[in-house]
């Protein structure tokens, strides 16, 4: 039995399919949700923002966090889930990581992953969240999958 539940959310559709997911689980089981986002502001540093003040950047990237969690934090608890949200501001090193230390630090039970299922070229070029957390986890994870637009179902 899954005593706490975790979920990454970044406002995907997959990651939105991974909360839902999260929130049936967490009603089976009677289980404590942490909705977690994770600020990664490695992904500021680029050519094109030179002359950007990255510290706007980082207060809107921080005030859109706080604000899709507080929304993520109001669905699962009109579903009847008793749910914490965490906000994490890293710089430097896979999302996945963070996500993985914020789980052991909790300590979660489950991660609750959406994901794109992308295979191939565009797995290697775009990387995966979900595929790093079940390669250096050993809390057992769930991944709800969001379809592709070219997968025939």
């Known amino acids: ?36 986002h994770v600020l990664n502001e490695w992904l500021l540093i680029t050519p094109d923002t030179a002359a950007v003040n990255i510290g706007d950047i980082q207060d809107e990237m921080r005030r859109s966090g706080d604000a899709l969690l507080t929304e993520a934090q109001a669905r699962a608890q009109a579903a009847g889930v008793d749910a914490t949200t965490a906000l994490i501001e890293q710089m430097g090193t896979p999302v996945g990581a963070a996500i993985l230390r914020h789980a052991e630090d909790w300590p979660a039970d489950l991660i609750v992953c959406g994901t794109h299922g992308r295979r191939g070229v565009r797995r290697l070029v775009l990387g995966s969240d979900a595929e790093y957390i079940i390669r250096h986890t050993h809390i057992p994870v769930l991944l709800r999958r969001h379809p592709e637009p070219s997968d025939k179902r």
């Open 1 to 36: 039995m899954y005593k706490k539940i975790l979920v990454p959310i970044d406002g995907s559709p997959a990651s939105n399919l991974g909360f839902e997911e999260a929130i049936k689980l967490s009603l089976d089981q009677r289980a404590q949700l942490r909705i977690l």
